[in-house]
């Protein structure tokens, strides 16, 4: 069963707060994670990739990987208002079907 | 610039009836795939194709069917409507190399009555 699991939320953050979002996946084979924003009534727009163990970081966005936890995570940093929205996590298994988390909301309270 | 568009954005349809939904891409990417978006279930994969005349099952493929004749447009259809097929739609598409990374439609709302 290839399954993206994501804590539906939801998150309330106070701006200028770190907001902590996280994703577990099954197969341990995967290579590709993305982390997708979507606010609401939009589709979906990407806002990280990662591919190898440990941080990557853009702007105020940091995603953390461990492949042998199969654990995949996205920080934001100085949370603004604007930040709120739903969280997808989306992880490329092995046979390359692509699979998205139900997705974390997130709310950034001024 | 290049884009990826969708039509109709809404729509409202009766049970039994057969309904196509266009995806039309201007990135020449050779991968596209349709999804699926209902409350609790996030996004789940219907078809996908990684080229001209190539089509692939997703996660949830029954009721549904694509075909890929040029490089910028996978129709979605369903060949007779039911209600359990009332969601939100989002075509996407992706370059071959860069890991995939996808890049949706605005999507279309349909309601199936």
């Known amino acids: 069963q290839k399954e993206v699991e994501q804590n539906s939320g939801p998150l309330s953050v106070p701006e200028g707060a770190i907001a902590s979002l996280n994703c577990t996946y099954s197969?341990?084979?995967?290579?590709?994670f993305f982390w997708y924003r979507q606010y609401s009534g939009k589709s979906p727009e990407l806002i990280m990739s990662i591919y190898s163990n440990g941080d990557k970081e853009d702007g105020r966005f940091t995603a953390q990987l461990n492949k042998a936890s199969q654990y995949v995570s996205l920080l934001i940093r100085d949370s603004q208002p604007s930040d709120s929205a739903t969280y997808l996590c989306a992880v490329r298994f092995n046979n390359n079907d692509m699979r998205f988390g139900a997705g974390t909301r997130l709310t950034v309270k001024p | 610039d290049a884009e990826i568009t969708q039509s109709p954005r809404h729509k409202i349809t009766e049970t039994g009836r057969q309904v196509t939904l266009a995806c039309h891409q201007t990135?020449?990417?050779?991968?596209m795939f349709w999804y699926r978006q209902d409350l609790g279930h996030g996004l789940r994969l219907i078809h996908y194709s990684y080229g001209v005349h190539d089509t692939n099952k997703g996660e949830v493929s029954d009721g549904y069917s694509v075909s890929r004749s040029n490089t910028e447009d996978l129709p979605l259809t369903l060949e007779s409507a039911a209600s359990s097929q009332t969601s939100v739609y989002f075509c996407?598409?992706?370059?071959?190399?860069?890991?995939?990374?996808?890049?949706f439609g605005p999507g279309t709302r349909l309601l199936v009555l």
């Open positions: 990135w020449n990417h050779n991968n």
């Open positions: 996407a598409s992706s370059r071959e190399s860069v890991g995939e990374t996808q890049y």
């Open positions: 197969d341990r084979g995967s290579q590709s």
